[in-house]
């Protein structure tokens, strides 16, 4: 049973507007979340993370939120770029070293 | 520079082969992890080690194994490959707290004719 979902498995953007990503998990063990980007061929790469004593977390272009009650979170990208296009993989962690992925979500900006 | 690397990065093989997947890291790393990548379901963990001669199961184990000889490789042996085997494999590792980040490898497409 998958502990983290995502529901969109795309989603396609306009340059220069904003992308959010959306993320529900099961586990309220979990304390610990993550957002993967990944291109074709090549691993996924960090991007940016959560402490689940936190609501918000920004870096630069990238904010995730929190919403503990909701077992929601969400990633915004604002501006979109074009090379923004990836997919991009929430994850969780409890306490335990291991991560669980949701299935991902591709992001195309279009110009 | 530090890193993490899989070899081979594309692997045809034939069912009820023995294939083994290479993952070594340079970062002198605890944590190591084994994932595969499908359509539809993200990453799914496969097995993991918090150091030397410790491995673990994960979610999706059946037909793996893995061993820690070293700090720096775990390597990922099918036993007997299936069609269902076919995938993407990714290898990670990690520092000590589970709050470090996961560094994943370039990946290792797996497929079993």
């Known amino acids: 049973d998958q502990q983290v979902k995502q529901n969109s498995p795309s989603l396609s953007v306009q340059e220069g507007r904003i992308s959010i990503l959306n993320c529900d998990y099961t586990?309220?063990?979990?304390?610990?979340f993550l957002w993967y980007k990944k291109y074709p061929a090549e691993g996924p790469t960090f991007l940016i993370s959560i402490s689940s004593i936190k609501d918000k977390n920004e870096d630069g272009r990238f904010t995730v939120f929190l919403n503990k009650s909701a077992k929601h979170l969400s990633l915004h990208i604002v501006p979109s770029q074009p090379g923004d296009s990836a997919v991009y993989f929430c994850a969780a962690s409890a306490n335990d070293y291991k991560l669980s992925f949701g299935a991902g979500t591709t992001v195309t900006v279009r110009a | 520079d530090a890193e993490i690397t899989q070899s081979p990065r594309h692997k045809i093989t034939e069912t009820g082969r023995q294939v083994t997947l290479a993952c070594h890291q340079t970062?002198?790393?605890?944590?190591m992890f084994w994932y595969r990548q499908d359509l539809g379901h993200g990453l799914r963990l496969i097995h993991y080690?918090?150091?030397?001669?410790?491995?673990n199961k994960g979610e999706v184990s059946d037909g793996y194994s893995v061993s820690r000889s070293n700090t720096e490789d775990l390597p990922l042996t099918l036993e007997s490959a299936a069609s269902s085997q076919t995938s993407v494999y990714f290898c990670?590792?990690?520092?000590?707290?589970?709050?470090?980040?996961?560094?994943f490898g370039p990946g290792t497409r797996l497929t079993v004719l």
């Open positions: 970062w002198n790393h605890n944590n």
């Open positions: 990670a590792s990690s520092e000590r707290r589970h709050t470090d980040t996961q560094y």
């Open positions: 080690s918090y150091g030397v001669q410790d491995t």
């Open positions: 586990n309220s063990m979990f304390d610990y």
